[in-house]
C-alpha cells in the first residue's frame, strides 16, 4: 500500500496542490461573513484564516446546519453512481490543515453520476475534517447535532471545464461527497489510512499510497441531502454541488484519535496538533436543502396525528 517517500517533482506537486487550496485568483470582494471579520479573528486562529479573506458572492457559503424537516424530497433525484478505480489513487499528504489522499485525475476513471449532477465528476481528492473532542469535529450538521469527523470527496467537472483549477471557479464546477464519522465500531477500510498517518505527521509531508478504494469509507445506504454551497477553505468559492449522506460511518475511538495526533506544524516548528480544523456554519440564505429519501419518521408521526384527529372527531 505504502511505499518510500517521493522526492522527484515534489516542489512542482506541492505548488499545484496549494494552488488548489489557496488560489489567489478570485475576484477581490469584502467577505461580509463573521467568521471572516477580524474581530472574530484571535491568534489561535490557523494561519488559513489569518490572511484577509475574499469571497465572490457569498450567498451559497457551506457548511450549513441541515434542518431534517425543512429539507425537500426531490423524487426527480436519481441515485448517486460511483466508480472508482483504486489504481487512481496516488500519495497521501499532510497539507497543513487536513490530510488529503490525492488521485489521479487525468482521465475518466474514477468518477462519479448520476444524483443531483447533470455531467460526469472525476475524483481529485478526498480529506477529513475532524474536533479536539468528540463532541465536534464536522462541517455540516444535521438539526444542530456535530459529529466527530466529516470525510470529503471532492470531484471535478472534467466534462465541462479543462483543469480542476478552472472548475473550482464555476457554480458547477464541484461535487463534494459528505460522509458523516460517528463513534463506534472500528473500520477496516479507514485503518488503511489510520496506518499511513504516522509517516505524515508534520506539514508538508506526502508519501506514496497507491491502490485504494475510497468507496469503502462510504455507508451502505443510498439517501443523501444535496444543495448548492461553496468550498469550506479558501478561495470559498461558490462552486460546489454538496451531496450529504444520511446515514454516517462508524470508526472507533483509536481511529479519531490517530487524526488527532497529525500536526498543523513542520518539522523543527514548536508542535501544534491537528484539531478543529472545520469551518464554522454558515447562513442558509435563500437556499433549499433537498433530499433523496422521504421522511419516513416525519410521516409516521403524521399518520398517527391524522389517525388521532379522525378518532376524537365527534
Ligand atoms: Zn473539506
Redo the contacts with the bound molecule.
Keep these: 500500500m505504502m511505499n518510500s517517500i517521493k522526492t522527484n517533482g515534489l516542489g512542482r506537486l506541492f505548488k499545484q496542490l496549494k494552488s488548489a487550496w489557496s488560489s489567489p485568483a478570485v475576484p477581490a470582494r469584502s467577505c461580509s461573513l463573521a467568521t471572516c471579520t477580524p474581530k472574530n479573528r484571535n491568534d489561535a486562529l490557523h494561519p488559513l484564516w489569518q490572511s484577509p479573506l475574499t469571497i465572490p458572492g457569498g450567498t451559497r457559503q457551506s457548511p450549513i446546519n441541515i434542518q431534517w424537516r425543512d429539507s425537500v424530497y426531490d423524487p426527480v433525484l436519481k441515485p448517486l453512481k460511483i466508480s472508482y478505480d483504486p489504481a487512481t489513487c496516488l500519495h497521501i499528504w499532510n497539507n497543513g490543515y487536513?490530510f488529503l489522499v490525492e488521485f489521479d485525475d487525468s482521465a475518466d476513471r474514477s468518477i462519479i453520476v448520476g444524483g443531483p449532477l447533470e455531467n460526469q465528476y472525476r475524483l481529485k481528492q478526498f480529506?477529513f475534517?475532524w474536533g479536539a473532542i468528540n463532541e465536534w469535529g464536522s462541517?455540516h450538521t444535521v438539526d444542530s447535532k456535530f459529529y466527530p469527523a466529516?470525510l470529503?470527496l471532492v470531484h471535478w467537472n472534467a466534462v465541462v471545464y479543462p483543469t480542476f483549477e478552472e472548475a473550482v471557479m464555476e457554480g458547477d464546477g464541484l461535487a463534494?461527497i459528505g460522509v458523516f464519522l460517528k463513534l463506534g465500531a472500528h473500520h477496516e477500510g479507514l485503518q488503511t489510512l489510520v496506518d499511513a498517518l504516522p509517516a505524515i505527521k508534520h506539514k508538508d509531508t506526502v508519501i506514496e499510497f497507491d491502490v485504494f478504494d475510497p468507496s469503502c469509507l462510504l455507508p451502505p445506504c443510498p439517501d443523501y441531502w444535496t444543495y448548492a454551497g461553496s468550498l469550506?477553505?479558501p478561495p470559498l468559492t461558490e462552486s460546489v454541488t454538496w451531496i450529504i449522506k444520511k446515514q454516517p460511518i462508524e470508526v472507533d475511538e483509536n481511529q479519531l484519535e490517530a487524526f488527532r495526533m497529525l500536526l498543523f506544524t513542520s518539522d523543527g516548528e514548536e508542535e501544534k496538533r491537528m484539531v478543529d480544523n472545520f469551518r464554522p456554519l454558515q447562513p442558509l440564505m435563500n437556499r433549499t436543502v433537498r433530499s433523496s429519501f422521504q421522511i419516513r419518521q416525519l410521516l409516521d408521526i403524521e399518520a398517527q396525528y391524522s389517525d388521532h384527529a379522525q378518532q376524537i372527531r365527534p
Design positions: 487536513s480529506h475534517h462541517e466529516e470529503h463534494v469550506t477553505t
